[in-house]
């Protein structure tokens, strides 16, 4: 970048001009100090006055009378600007003394992007790229799909849906993407820009099918290698303006018998154990985090309202068949049940163990399409008094024989309560929460985003996302973790969300992470309580990584 800069120097006080006649000081102009070029990050707030001063030998200081001009045209507000675009630009910084006299200096700014990590956390990692003389026209989640439209298409090449995959190598796998496009013709699929197939697809809703395999290769270890595979589809040659969904995509394959594999080696109770609704008179897991008591000695008189929770945070996959086993003690004797369900509270189709012997327990789970969530153990005794201790549970799965592997979408949840009212649609990537009315807790006007998966030290991550509200609110955002038994959270922040559409940052706290994870967006309050009817939109979310400027 040419950095040129234009200075009027002021006479210094030891250098005082006598005019021809009188020997009457010459006013001295003003001088300008401490400005610098400047490196930032887009949509950053960048204090332009940090370290700057006008001085003038005559007036003092005239540092408030300064005025700052950015090329291209940025606001700036008592010395603050936002630069909303990466680019090169110019600060022009001019002031006058009280008798009109000039000092101009020009800096520079250099404004980079934030490197992005993850731009399709909302679309179970779907995304659309258009080149040649396609335009995109729209993208994004709509509702529980991910929806494109196009035009201008007129190359194979021109249009790809694209998702990542880790594939074993030397096993054929055989792709299903459920599509529905308005048009039909001729599509193409590809594995890390190579084509490998070529299909006709119809109007209208189909499934359309592949098959890649990756060639043998063994690892380091010795076992057989895998590797990280970008499958696309290229739908340019679809003539005509192009509208195209993908609602799941699901891999089947077969797997050589390989004996068991333990999905929950070293299973510690720590941080995976919660109290049911606090009625139970103690939870808690031994010192090693290998076993987890639940104490109950004021029982309810209904079994499943005292008792305690175990969240594995295996996340069932539907069709695999899991071996699970643990080890339990009671130690009173009396009557209780083990309930088997997928996520914490779906227990109408749990599978449900009355009073087991002490000891080894161990049943075969198939998950089916209902389902679906991480698997929970609840150990419940509302009617009797109990001691119950559970030990050493493990989950295993074959690792041979038929496997199929499932890529669906979930799209936003919406959740009012105790006065709070609205509703939520999702068109484009962009999600409109139409408040009705507000509660006066955060969570009772909650805007949950769908799960998505993140590891490794959470501070190197920013969450970004753009935002407007038909009036100013109050709103709380945070992130969770939904394997965590308690209410962790890796960001919690209080924040204001103006009418203008603005974008937001949110830096993570310092943790290591490594799970399932939702973001939140918290509206009810009492200072919003007297709003009715306000739309909050909300779009382009993505995690990026922390930059060095930040440090």
Not at 137 to 151: D, E, I, Q, Y
Not at 250 to 255: P, R, T
Not at 274 to 286: C, E, F, I
């Amino acid at each position: 970048m040419k950095k040129v800069k234009f200075l009027i120097l002021p006479l210094t006080a030891a250098a005082v001009l006598l005019s021809a006649c009188g020997g009457e000081p010459i006013n001295q102009g003003p001088e300008l100090r401490g400005i610098n070029d400047i490196t930032c990050l887009v949509n950053s707030t960048v204090d332009l006055l940090n370290g700057v001063a006008a001085l003038d030998a005559e007036d003092g200081d005239i540092t408030p009378n300064l005025s700052i001009t950015v090329i291209p045209a940025v606001e700036v507000n008592n010395g603050y600007a936002v630069f909303t675009e990466a680019g090169d630009y110019e600060i022009c910084y001019e002031v006058r003394d009280g008798l009109g006299k000039l000092a101009r200096t020009t800096a520079f700014a250099e404004v980079i992007e934030r490197d992005v990590y993850m731009s399709d956390i909302c679309t179970n990692g779907f995304s659309v790229t258009a080149g040649g003389k396609t335009e995109l026209l729209g993208k994004g989640l709509n509702g529980t799909v991910f929806s494109f439209s196009a035009s201008g298409n007129e190359i194979a090449e021109d249009i790809k849906l694209s998702r990542a995959y880790n594939l074993v190598c030397g096993i054929e796998y055989t792709f299903n993407y459920f599509l529905t496009v308005n048009r039909a013709g001729k599509i193409k699929a590809a594995a890390d820009n190579s084509p490998i197939d070529e299909m006709y697809i119809e109007a209208g809703e189909s499934v359309v099918s592949f098959k890649h395999k990756l060639p043998y290769k063994t690892a380091a270890d010795g076992t057989v290698a895998a590797e990280d595979v970008k499958i696309e589809l290229w739908l340019g040659a679809v003539e005509g303006d192009l509208d195209c969904s993908v609602s799941k995509a699901e891999l089947s394959y077969y797997q050589e018998d390989q004996g068991f594999t333990e999905n929950l080696p070293n299973f510690n109770f720590n941080g995976k154990i919660l109290n049911r609704d606090d009625k139970a008179d103690a939870v808690y897991a031994s010192a090693d985090g290998k076993a987890a008591t639940v104490e109950i000695n004021n029982p309810t008189g209904e079994i499943w309202q005292v008792g305690m929770f175990v969240n594995t945070g295996l996340e069932l996959l539907p069709g695999e068949t899991y071996y699970l086993s643990f080890e339990i003690y009671s130690e009173l004797g009396n009557g209780y049940q083990i309930c088997i369900q997928h996520d914490q509270w779906q227990d109408s189709d749990a599978i449900i163990i009355d009073t087991p012997e002490n000891g080894l327990v161990e049943r075969t789970i198939t998950a089916n399409d209902g389902w679906r969530g991480p698997l929970w153990l609840f150990i419940r005794s509302g009617v009797n008094k109990n001691k119950l201790t559970v030990s050493d549970l493990s989950v295993k799965t074959k690792s041979g024989g038929d496997k199929l592997e499932s890529y669906a979408l979930s799209g936003f949840i919406n959740k009012n309560s105790d006065g709070g009212e609205g509703g939520i649609k999702t068109e484009f990537g962009k999600t409109t929460y139409n408040i009705k009315n507000f509660g006066s807790n955060w969570g009772n006007n909650e805007l949950q985003s769908p799960e998505f998966a993140l590891s490794g030290a959470a501070d190197n991550y920013v969450i970004e996302f753009k935002a407007k509200a038909s009036k100013p609110l109050n709103f709380v955002f945070l992130i969770h973790d939904e394997r965590a038994s308690d209410w962790t959270t890796i960001a919690w922040r209080q924040m204001r969300m103006q009418e203008g559409e603005a974008v937001y940052s949110v830096n993570c706290d310092n943790l290591s992470i490594n799970s399932v994870y939702r973001i939140f967006w918290q509206f009810g309050n009492f200072a919003n309580t007297n709003y009715h009817d306000v739309t909050v939109e909300i779009s382009e979310i993505k995690i990026c990584l922390k930059n060095d400027l930040e440090n």
